[in-house]
Every structure is written in C-alpha cells, then in structure tokens.
C-alpha cells in the first residue's frame, strides 16, 4: 500500500514538472497575450503600445534619441529600464505617443501637430537638424511587443526587402530617390517628411480562447502628406515638404493608421525578420563552402605534422639504440644533423624569452578572452543571448570579462615565473591595467567625441564610474587572487634542462625568418572567418540584426583549430631549422590574424560604407583598434599554447641527453 502511495506521488511529481517545463521561456521570449477592450483578463492587455529606440543611420556613426529630432514624445512617463549591454550600445528605448487598441482599425488618427517659425532661431535649428538628418538617411527603430517593426518594399527583379527601419524621410538633392518623384519639384534641395504610417499588425489566436491572442509581427509603411487640415487630418494631397528657401511658418501633422490580420503561430513569430537579410540565404553556400575548405585544411595539416613527427621521433629513438660509432652499416648522426636539426635545440628551446614580462601579461589578458568569448557564444547557442533580449550579448561578455581576472592573474604569474620573473608586482600590475586600460583609454576618447556631438550613444558619467567600479573593485582583486595562486606555485616544469650558454642560430633562408612565418601564419586563420565577419561587421555599422550564432560558434572553434595547426606547423618548420626563439613568434603568428582583421575592416569603410563625417571616422576607426587589440590577444593565446603544447610533448617524447 506504501508502494502504490509512492508511485502515485511519483506521478504527481513528474505531472507537475512537465506542466512547469511547458511554461517556460527563454529570456526575451515570453508571450503577451492581447484581447479586444472589454475582455482584459488578469493576463491578457488590450493596449498595445510601440517604443521608440536610437535613431542611427549607415551613412554616420553617430547615433541620436528620438527626441533629438523633435519628433511626437512623451514626456510624462518613465522609461523602461536599460541593462549594461544597451546602454553600451548606445540604445535609448523610451515610451511613444502611438498607443492603440488591439483588433481596433484606426485611420489617420493625429498624434502631434509641430509648428515652426524660421524666423526664431530654436525653430530653425530643429528644422535645420531634420532636414541634415533626411539628408544622412537616419532612420526610426520602433519596436512592437519586444518586436522590431520592419519596413518592406520592392526593389529589382520583383523582390521584396525588409528593413527593421524607415528613413524620417528623404532628401531630393539628386533625382535618385525610388519613393518619390524629385522631378515633382522644382528645386533639388527639397525634402520631404514621413510624418504618416500605416501599421499592420499580424496575431495569432491561441487555441485556448480564454488566453487571448499573441502579436507575431509587425510591419509598417511610411508615407508624406500635407495634410490639408492640420487640426483634423484626413491623409490626403500631396507630400509634405520643405526647402532651403522656405521662411516663415510651417505646421507638420503626424499621424498614423492601424489595421490588424491573422498571421502565422507563436513559434515562428520572428521569422518574418529573416525577411530583413535576404542577402544572407544566397551566402550559405559561400559559407559551407569555406568551412569544408577549412576543415580540409585542417586536416592535411594534422595529417602531416602526425606523419612526420611520428617519423623523426622513430629515426631518432633508433639511432639512439645504435652504438657511438654506428651499427650495422648505418652511420646516423650526419643525417639526424642535417635533416631534423629540431633536435640539435633541446637545450635551448626553453630559454626564456626577450621581453618575458609583456608576454605574460598577453597571455593572461588573452585567456581572460578567451573564456569569456568561449562562454558567451556558448549561451548565446542556447538562446539566452537572442537578439529579442536585448542587450544581453554585451552584458554577458563585460560581467564574464570582469569576473575572469583569476585566471589572467594565474596564467600571467605562472608563466612570468616560469620565464625566471622576479617583479611579481610589476606583473601583476601591468596584467591589471595594461590592456583593459589601453581599451578604456581609446573607450573614453571615442566617448568624448559622441559627447562632444551630442550623441545618444555617449555614456553617461554615472554609467562610466560604475564601469570604472566593476574593473577596480572586482577584476582588480580577484586578478591579485589569481596572481597569488601563480606565483606560490613552483615553476612550470620542462622536459630538458636549458645550457647556460646560448646556441649560435644558424643564418635563416627567406622562408625560415620570422617575419615572412607571421606573414603566412595568419592567412589560414583569416580565411576560415572573413565571410563570418562580413555578417558580424554588417551587425554592427549597417545596422541590420545577427542571428547566426550557432554558425558563428562553429566558426569560433574552427579558428581556434586552425590558429592552432598553423602556429604549429610554423614552429616546426624553425625548429628544424635550428632557430628555439619560438616563444613570441608563435604568439604573433596567430595574432597576425588581426592586422588581416584590421585590413578588411579598412576595405569594409570604404567599399561598403558611406559614412561621412570626421568625427564618424574617426569613431569608426577608433572601436575598430578596440575591436583588433581583442582579437590579436585572442588569436596570439592560442597560438602560443598552442606551440607551447607542442613543444613540451615532442622534446619529453624524444630520449635526449
């Protein structure tokens, strides 16, 4: 009877867990359900609201607040709160005017009237801002139920494209523009206002009626009109424009419709933002493409470097098990000289290094991001990191980066011991504040210019001093503990004893020398990415939204394969050629990546880019040093572990004396 009891509450248990599991939701991802005024339930709203964001634009870096442009605001509600990740984006997501009911059509409903006098100078700044904003094509982001609110159009070939924006209008100084006829004025330099938008929200009912219906996309069109009646609109006559020479007073309407429609269920509710990118379907097989190549690279590489070890290790143990003089014909010392001269090194392959110091200070910084780049695109393939949680990405990787200064403290003590180090503060310092200060120091010098232009995305001061916080009163410390740890313990230990003198290095061809080895080192790890980075780098200057992460993590440990086989093989290639200095030419073989990285990012400004504007040069430029300094730090770690690996197997494999 006990039995049955127990197996009874078994049941119980496991029901109720299912039930729980069914209602969970990643983060970003949980439904609001919406039903018609007159129906609220204790779940259920019939308001729907739409947020506003940053306005930004492709042609200009820097972004500006809604309110900027001194459109249709709010001023009596409080924004939505902001996570770390936002705000070092520069996102500034606040409430709007546009409210409406849900499954209540609206026509050409008035939101604001803006009045202008260009004989006031506050009035003609504002138009003044608005009409260089048309003419830089910034465009609004308003964002629907944690939705983006995407603008489709037709473009060549009958094709439909999909921009998670729209302009806030257009600039006719060239007859170029595709929604308007410029030749409809008589001037160039006129512009003209979208101060209307017909919103189309889509829903999906739920099979339950009692939990009402969910909002599954949400797309709108912009459009112009002079309305005849400011004091009620009613969306007819022509565009609403203005010119250079227009003076005196100007009243700007705007307004909006809303119309509702069925649509696909929950789950695929962000599809229709796939619709955004249709560039990135035609560039799947580019990018399959290149990771066979990779991987085929990859394992020739692997294949050779077994192949020939295995060989040189053989002939080398053999002629070891032959007596002095030879044996059995075979006279085996010329030719382990004169063909694998790796050997001949081994007491002094772990001479330590020039400048041991900043190398050991580069390999914590650089494990310190690795693991926090292996962690966060680890969450982010699970979904936490989804861009309908905002700003999550970028909180994620600064909270990780502050909480791994243990094992940066660790490696760079460890290793600067190892190298025979004797300034353990210096160390620790420098592994402290030197990288992250150089970052915080180009950081602040780009936040000065956004503050200097006005920009949304310049960090408040308040935001910056709790930055400053997280670095010396967490990562700081814990880098002391790590540091600690590294150098209490004994040295690394090595498999041969180092001679007191150094071996002369024979002269090097061309190809053995250190320069054209980094040169090459980098090219493979550059190839296995670049179309990877095309995607990444369109995210974050073209604005267009990044999904990909499940392939970006595939990416990240191809590279991490491919840094590491090409370092190897490099390496090897100098040992035989009797040159042990392999400490910082494996570190900046790999980390060569990132001039590649650098270069690309150069012919990205100027093939794809049309930014314009000093100070977004140099703002472009200046993140993208940021953006290079990481990831040199990142690719060289790998190759010098990976070297270091390498290394310390073949000479504790191989019997020496």
């Not at 048309?134 to 060549?156: G, K």
């Not at 100098?574 to 590649?596: N, P």
Request: glycine share 8%; hydrophobic share 45%.
């Amino acid at each position: 009877m006990c039995s049955l009891h127990r197996a009874r509450g078994s049941v119980l248990v496991i029901f109720l867990l299912l039930h729980s599991a069914t209602s969970f939701y990643l983060p970003g991802l949980a439904p609001v359900s919406f039903c018609e005024p007159g129906q609220t339930g204790k779940e259920n709203e019939s308001t729907i609201e739409i947020f506003v964001n940053r306005l930004d634009s492709v042609e200009s870096v820097l972004p500006y607040e809604y309110t900027a442009f001194d459109f249709c605001a709010i001023d009596s509600e409080k924004r939505p709160s902001e996570n770390l990740g936002q705000v070092l984006f520069g996102e500034r997501i606040e409430p709007s005017p546009y409210k409406f009911e849900f499954k209540k059509k609206v026509d050409c409903k008035p939101v604001c009237t803006k009045s202008y006098n260009t004989n006031k100078p506050e009035d003609k700044a504002h138009l003044d801002f608005l009409k260089k904003g048309m003419l830089l094509n910034y465009q609004h982001h308003w964002i629907v139920d944690n939705m983006p609110v995407t603008w489709c159009y037709d473009v060549e070939d009958g094709q439909k494209f999909c921009n998670p924006g729209f302009p806030i209008g257009y600039a006719c100084v060239v007859n170029v523009s595709p929604f308007i006829s410029c030749s409809d004025f008589k001037d160039k330099d006129t512009f003209y206002v979208f101060n209307h938008v017909d919103i189309t929200i889509h829903y999906h009912v739920v099979e339950n009626e009692a939990a009402g219906a969910r909002l599954v996309a949400a797309k709108m069109e912009p459009k112009s009109y002079k309305h005849t009646k400011v004091e009620a609109p009613d969306c007819a006559g022509g565009p609403m424009y203005l010119n250079n020479k227009f003076s005196g007073e100007l009243k700007i309407g705007y307004t909006y419709s809303v119309q509702f429609d069925t649509h696909i269920r929950w789950a695929s509710r962000w599809d229709y933002i796939l619709e955004s990118m249709p560039h990135t379907n035609i560039q799947w097989f580019s990018i399959m493409n290149s990771l066979v190549i990779v991987l085929f690279l990859s394992g020739m590489v692997a294949m050779i470097m077994l192949r020939t070890l295995h060989k040189d290790i053989a002939r080398y143990n053999q002629m070891d098990s032959v007596p002095a003089g030879g044996g059995f014909g075979y006279d085996l010392g010329e030719d382990a000289q004169e063909e694998f001269g790796w050997k001949l090194v081994h007491g002094d392959v772990f001479r330590p290094p020039r400048k041991g110091m900043l190398l050991s200070v580069f390999l914590g910084s650089g494990t310190q991001i690795f693991i926090m780049m292996f962690v966060t695109l680890f969450f982010a393939c699970l979904g936490f990191l989804s861009p309908a949680n905002r700003g999550a990405l970028m909180t994620c990787a600064v909270v990780l980066w502050v909480l791994l200064g243990t094992p940066a403290g660790y490696v760079a003590a460890r290793f600067y011991k190892s190298f025979g180090g004797e300034k353990w503060k210096t160390n620790v310092l420098l592994t402290c504040f030197l990288c992250p200060g150089v970052v915080f120091a180009d950081f602040f010098v780009m936040n000065l210019i956004l503050w200097g232009e006005g920009s949304s995305a310049a960090m408040p001061f308040g935001t910056l001093v709790a930055i400053l916080a997280l670095w010396f009163c967490i990562s700081v410390p814990l880098t002391f503990i790590g540091a600690y740890f590294g150098f209490k313990k004994t040295g690394i230990e090595h498999p041969v004893r180092t001679n007191q003198i150094p071996r002369q290095i024979p002269e090097q061809s061309f190809y053995t020398r250190s320069l054209p080895g980094i040169v090459m080192g980098g090219i493979l790890p550059f190839g296995c990415i670049f179309i990877q980075l095309f995607f990444i780098l369109n995210s974050i200057w073209s604005h267009q939204m990044y999904y990909m992460f499940g392939f970006l993590f595939l990416v990240f440990i191809i590279l991490v394969i491919t840094c590491s086989e090409a370092t190897i093989l490099l390496c090897y290639f100098h040992l035989c050629a009797e040159d042990y200095h392999w400490q910082w030419r494996s570190f900046l073989t790999s980390g060569f990546t990132a001039v590649y990285f650098l270069v690309y990012a150069i012919h990205y400004f100027f093939s794809k880019l049309q930014i314009t504007g000093l100070a977004s040069t140099i703002l472009y430029f200046g993140y993208t040093m940021i953006m290079a300094l990481i990831f040199f730090l990142f690719t060289g770690t790998i190759g010098f572990f990976a070297c270091f690996w390498f290394v310390t197997k073949i000479y504790s494999v191989v019997k020496v004396d």
